[in-house]
């Protein structure tokens, strides 16, 4: 088995695997489109359908494919890739001099700690949660009883009362719109409920909306919208179109 | 002052004194000078007078129990004479086998904390999320608030817990970080030779 050969097909790419190693090399193909479990996959599947294990072919894929995975990995993260490629060898030699410095100081600091606690392994004390009476507040200073009142009785005051005047709704009779739609219906078959109510109130197009429902369940006329908040177009029952969506043949 | 000294009763801060003594021997944990007096409901500088002289009274050799001032307060300890006999009776759960990956983490939060995870594994170079567990459990350290820059990760300190298993007044008492790290110097001039050697 030649893992050059390999045959895949995927979403970005469909071809032999050098095919796809030439073309990323060149930069004509974007990594970050490519699946690299999907080749894998093929690899595998192509492996078991030859039911023997070549280690050469594995050994030689392993190798292809981190490379690939390498150069994806760094396609993903572009200014840090830039960053460790600046470094020149004496800026890496410091960088690299001043980690070890940092991690040898700790791995001291962490000696002195083994040794302290050699020195210090003999002392015994008690452990265990604090329980510490809670923190006596400070108590307040003296106030003058009069003073107290005067302010507890400016709090007593009962405050103004709210109107709710603008609360009361009027909600205009459901008959008055049951009758203004039947007597439009008469003169036209179909009109559209946004351009009817479209001057009325909110209020007025709800109660003109329950009116609306009132006549489909009556069966006297049928409602039809094409989507959400679409124009609600409504028809007489007698003149409904077979083709269009309603709520009856829902 | 080597006689011995008795807590005379004529002594005005006699009476100071007991209280003090008797309030550390109800505490776990140390207690500063400050807690005492609030609790004995006296003077600091009062205070500590009178631990000078329960110190007198409570120090090695001369007593089963010790006044230490450790974790920046003042608690009883079994002295060290009574040690052996302390192992037998109770466990240390909270230092025994520490590893040395903990012990390096625990440096690395004392110095450095409070601190994050990411800060412990970027200075070891390895995960660091057991050791932190261990330490947690063990009540070395403590979680100190959320560092807002690093997305928010957990911050850790040690606990005063930790300065008196380890026989530290404070953090101070560790070595200065200047001071450790010996031989740095030369694998830095042996990493320059290298980088040199490149660069020719």
Request: aromatic share 6%; with cysteine.
């Amino acid at each position: 088995m030649i893992v050059r050969e390999l045959e895949l097909d995927l979403d970005a790419f469909e071809g032999p695997f050098d095919l796809l190693l030439t073309l990323v090399l060149k930069d004509e193909l974007d990594l970050v489109e490519l699946d690299v479990a999907a080749i894998v996959l093929a690899f595998l599947e192509r492996l078991f359908e030859r039911d023997e294990l070549d280690l050469d072919a594995c050994g030689e894929f392993l190798v292809l494919i981190s490379a690939l995975l390498e150069l994806k990995a760094r396609g993903l993260f572009p200014e840090e890739a830039a960053e460790l490629a600046e470094l020149e060898p004496e800026q890496a030699a410091e960088e690299l001099a001043r980690r070890l410095a940092e991690y040898r100081r700790m791995k001291e600091a962490a000696g002195w700690l083994r040794e302290r606690l050699e020195v210090e392994g003999d002392r015994y004390f008690r452990i265990g949660p604090a329980p510490l009476a809670p923190k006596v507040e400070p108590t307040l200073a003296p106030h003058d009883p009069a003073r107290l009142a005067a302010a507890l009785r400016l709090m007593a005051v009962p405050p103004p009362e709210v109107s709710l005047a603008h609360m009361a709704l009027r909600f205009p009779p459901v008959v008055q719109f049951l009758e203004r739609f039947r007597s439009v219906l008469k003169r036209r078959s179909r009109f559209d409920f946004d351009q009817e109510v479209g001057e009325l109130s909110r209020i007025e197009q709800a109660v003109a909306f329950l009116a609306l429902l009132e006549l489909r369940r009556e069966g006297e006329i049928s409602i039809e919208q094409a989507a959400p908040f679409a124009p609600i177009r409504i028809s007489r029952s007698d003149v409904e179109r077979e083709d269009s969506w309603t709520l009856r043949s829902a | 002052m080597d006689a011995p000294l008795r807590l005379i009763a004529s002594n005005p801060l006699d009476q100071l004194a007991k209280t003090v003594e008797a309030l550390l021997v109800v505490a776990s944990a140390p207690l500063t000078a400050q807690d005492l007096a609030e609790a004995a409901a006296d003077d600091p500088e009062r205070v500590e007078a009178a631990l000078g002289l329960v110190g007198e009274r409570y120090r090695e050799g001369r007593s089963g129990i010790v006044l230490e001032h450790v974790a920046g307060g003042w608690a009883f300890r079994a002295s060290r004479e009574a040690a052996e006999a302390c192992a037998r009776l109770i466990e240390k759960p909270a230092q025994r086998n520490l590893s040395q990956a903990a012990l390096e983490t625990l440096a690395i939060v004392a110095y450095l904390g409070p601190c994050t995870r990411p800060d412990v594994t970027r200075i070891r170079g390895v995960a660091a999320d057991s050791a932190v567990a261990s330490l947690l459990e063990r009540g070395l350290i403590s979680e100190a608030g959320r560092d807002e820059e690093a997305g928010g990760a957990i911050r850790y300190r040690t606990t005063p817990l930790f300065e008196r298993v380890f026989g530290l007044e404070s953090l101070s008492e560790l070595p200065r970080l200047d001071d450790l790290g010996a031989g740095v110097d030369e694998i830095r001039d042996r990493l320059h030779a290298v980088a040199e050697k490149r660069t020719a």
